[in-house]
């Protein structure tokens, strides 16, 4: 055994440019799994992580439980932690606010929020202590207090109280919301000494914010009923259960996208780079038939033989692959980093989020995974080294057919063409896979160009901010809040904040040109609530995407009566199909009204649940207005004083979310980017591992044909031919590289287009030819090819005609 290791040490040493030719390649495979698999699982920590900033970590909400009913929750071995806050009380001037105590644990399981979050001060804990944010203590009179001031406010512990002055001392000072409204609501923390002073034992009340711990042992599968069960043991009403799925599906189900695409993407690199390695140690054994026919005749068994031959991958494998785990997380740490950092540029959403990049069992799959490639890349050449005859290996002439007399085929006249041509179609085998291995590349390559060189960040920002400059939406739960009702949007409606007065104040704002609206209404469906926009049929024609379903003609629609559905992929799974009959109620802030009629097609992603022609709507005769959406457009040299102004007019306004069309667009061009550094890094890496198979084939095309070149040189051919004939050769699979790319690359390209576009992802719009990314792969083969001819030819002519002339392979 220590033999055959010794030989197998030796072939790698003495076949230097080949081992550097797999080791590179081996190195690059590692690379790519190691970036795709870090980066893949830091984006799924990182979705996680922002989970829980923006839906809170809790598993879910116990409202309105008694004390002894908190004091069994927190007995059951299924409860991790609990966190409690209790209501306070009413006061003065925040009505629609808060006035709670809450204990760190509830707070830290809080969603990511700084208006619960201390500038300065600490939380209350003594009886008259209270902590707010400086805006609401202006709303209450008091405009530069401080850490220590005392201050009197109107207080009540109910609704069947009256108000009375109560004293408070300030021991906190809280972050300020960045928007508020006419009807200020404010969040005012006081402590659990004046709950429990104010409220007897036996009335107080307890909303417990809990997580279960693994003994509980659910997934999202059965996480509703285990939690169910808990407030049935406990005695709490199982209406007074909330269970937060929002963070619930990030933490207890995979990312299966993310997974399938970090798959798919390992799985290709696997195989595309088995059959580079492999063609790599397929040239060299038919380089090396009479050698290891001497090791045969030696006495070698076949098993011998494979194991030489595996030995010889795996230890090129043995210092490759850490060099590859190494650098692959270097750069994929790099890339994780720039891309939250980039992120931070467009969005506040992302900041301070740090998660551990390193994890030791994705790098253990990947040395798996490295290995397993090389094993595969060797099961052929295992297969025929272990088959080598003796007596045929010393016939053996290097693989090149020969006629049938054993003679070339000659020419009467040499050009350098023909001699270029001759050592490319000399092995066909070998120069077909070639150029089928660089040709896979680069037709990957040609493939997501044809979707990244495709992505539309106008058109992708105008589905966020459909007209003008801004939009102004109104802010409601998209899930129906049973604690906080006056989040629902059937609440805000009732006192629209977006109304024919703040319309009058936009306009009026210089520099605004126009002001567009959509109404919105709530529709009670199955006793389930959702949002139903208005739409005329131009925002009709702007929200329809290749995938619709049914009939999608708004004039049909109008002339029918119908509805659309919102989501299609929601619309089949609640039972609903085109062309099936439904019936609602629906709420516009002014009264109530009900809907016959039919669904007659459903878009791929709609804004709201349901669809309603504006006519259909105006049929029934709905009183008031309901407006959802505003646009203001004004010229681009007057965006920043508008948005300022617009900024300002909202200032004391709650429930409307201002949006703006050049953040949406900075942000889909930060998307674009991040897109289209990830996939041309890939496909960069990939193209280098081809590009090793090329360099394998050209270098032991040209030193099997060193003795004729050393021979022709010596009757009269020169430098510059023997370059020339050499750049011909690159040249040739150059082409057939770029041919193969471009037909195959095109037609799968375009039909990538199609169906991102008709799934609805992002940024597809209208087809092109991605010119400049297919031309830059051509420009980079290209160069590349010239480059390693001239590096060949350069080693070549280092070489005496007299060492070349005598070489024998």
């Known amino acids: 055994m220590r033999t055959i290791s010794k030989i197998a040490f030796s072939n790698d040493k003495r076949n230097r440019t080949r081992s550097v030719l797999i080791m590179t390649a081996i190195c690059l495979t590692t690379m790519l799994l190691v970036i795709i698999s870090t980066i893949g699982n830091g984006l799924i920590l990182l979705q996680k992580d922002q989970a829980a900033s923006s839906y809170g970590s809790n598993y879910g909400l116990f409202i309105a439980a008694d004390g002894s009913q908190l004091k069994e929750v927190n007995r059951r071995a299924e409860i991790d932690a609990t966190g409690t806050m209790c209501t306070e009380g009413i006061i003065k001037g925040n009505e629609k606010g808060g006035f709670v105590c809450m204990d760190e644990t509830a707070r830290k399981m809080l969603p990511y929020n700084k208006e619960y979050e201390l500038k300065e001060g600490k939380y209350p804990e003594k009886m008259q202590e209270i902590a707010a944010g400086r805006a609401f203590f202006r709303a209450m009179g008091y405009g530069d207090v401080k850490i220590g001031d005392t201050v009197t406010l109107d207080y009540r512990a109910g609704m069947q109280s009256e108000y009375k002055p109560e004293e408070f001392v300030v021991s906190g000072i809280l972050y300020d919301r960045d928007e508020y409204t006419i009807e200020a609501s404010y969040v ?4 659990q000494d004046f709950y429990n002073e104010r409220v007897a034992e036996g009335d107080r009340q307890y909303n417990i914010y809990f997580t279960l711990s693994d003994s509980a042992n659910v997934s999202m599968n059965n996480v509703a009923p285990v939690i169910k069960e808990i407030a049935d043991s406990c005695g709490i009403d199982q209406k007074n259960v909330i269970i937060n ?4 599906q990030w933490v207890l189900q995979p990312s299966y996208e993310m997974i399938v695409v970090c798959g798919t993407l390992i799985l ?3 195989l595309f780079s088995v059959v580079v390695i492999y063609n790599i140690f397929q040239v060299g054994i038919a380089q090396k038939v009479q050698e290891y026919g001497k090791i045969k005749a030696l006495g070698a068994t076949r098993k011998q033989m494979k194991q030489l031959i595996f030995r010889e991958g795996i230890l090129l494998a043995v210092p490759s692959i850490p060099l590859g785990l190494l650098f692959g997380f270097l750069i994929a740490k790099v890339s994780f980093n720039w891309l939250v950092e980039q992120g931070n540029l467009v969005s506040s959403g992302i900041k301070n989020h740090q998660v551990p990049l390193f994890s030791l069992t994705i790098m253990l799959i990947c040395i798996l995974v490295s290995f397993l490639t090389v094993v595969l890349a060797l099961r052929k050449p295992m297969k025929i080294v272990s088959r080598i005859s003796p007596i045929e290996a010393t016939r053996y002439f290097g693989g090149s057919k020969t ?3 054993g003679r070339r085929k000659g020419r009467k006249d040499v050009t350098v063409f023909s001699m270029a041509m001759a050592n490319v179609t000399g092995n066909p085998k070998r120069t077909i896979a070639t150029i089928l291995t660089m040709g896979l590349s680069c037709v990957l390559f040609v493939i997501i160009s044809n979707y990244v060189g495709n992505i539309d960040t106008e058109h ?15 802010d409601y739960s998209q899930n129906y809040d049973e604690a906080y009702s006056e989040n629902n949007l059937d609440t805000i409606l009732q006192n629209n904040p977006l109304n024919d007065s703040l319309i009058k104040e936009i306009k009026s704002i210089p520099g605004v040109t126009d002001v567009l609206t959509r109404e919105i209404v709530s529709a009670d469906l199955n006793g389930t609530k959702f949002p139903v926009a208005i739409v005329n049929q131009e925002d009709f024609e702007m929200m329809r995407e290749d995938g619709d379903i049914g009939s999608m003609d708004y004039a049909q629609a109008v002339k029918n009566g119908d509805v659309f559905f919102g989501w299609s992929m929601w619309m089949e799974a609640d039972g609903y199909s085109a062309g099936a009959p439904i019936t609602f109620n629906f709420d516009n802030g002014s009264g109530t009204y009900t809907y016959h009629g039919k669904i007659a097609g459903s878009f791929v992603s709609a804004d709201t649940y349901l669809v309603i022609p504006e006519e259909v709507y105006r049929s029934m005769n709905p009183r008031g207005t309901a407006y959802g959406y505003l646009w203001v457009d004004c010229d681009k040299k007057d965006v920043a004083s ?17 949006n703006t069309y050049h953040a949406e667009l900075q942000t889909a061009e930060y998307a674009s980017r991040m897109m289209k550094l990830g996939c041309y890094l890939f496909m960069a890496i990939v193209g280098l591992i081809g590009f090793m198979n090329l360099a394998n084939t050209m270098i032991i095309n040209i030193t099997t044909k060193k003795q004729e070149y050393g021979v022709l040189q010596a009757v009269g051919m020169t430098n510059k031919q023997l370059n020339l004939c050499l750049q011909l050769q690159g040249l040739i699979f150059t082409v ?7 037909i195959v690359g095109l037609p799968l390209g375009y039909a990538l287009f199609s169906y991102a576009k008709h799934n609805g992802i992002f940024g597809m719009n209208v087809y092109h030819v991605p010119l400049i990314p297919i031309l830059v792969m051509i420009l980079l083969v290209g160069v590349l090819q010239i480059v390693l001819s001239l590096v060949l030819s350069s080693n070549l002519k280092k070489e005496t005609l007299v060492e070349r002339i005598r070489y024998q392979g």
């Open 188 to 191: 005012v923390f006081g402590s």
């Open 245 to 248: 799925d929002l963070y619930l």
């Open 268 to 270: 290709g690199i696997v």
């Open 403 to 405: 006629q049938k007399q």
């Open 460 to 474: 992708e920002a105008r589905l966020s901010v459909n007209h003008g400059q801004f939009e102004l939406q109104l």
């Open 642 to 658: 508008v948005e300022q102004s617009l900024n300002d007019l909202l200032s004391d306004t709650s429930h409307i979310k201002l």
């Open 736 to 742: 057939g590289t770029i041919c193969v790319a471009l």
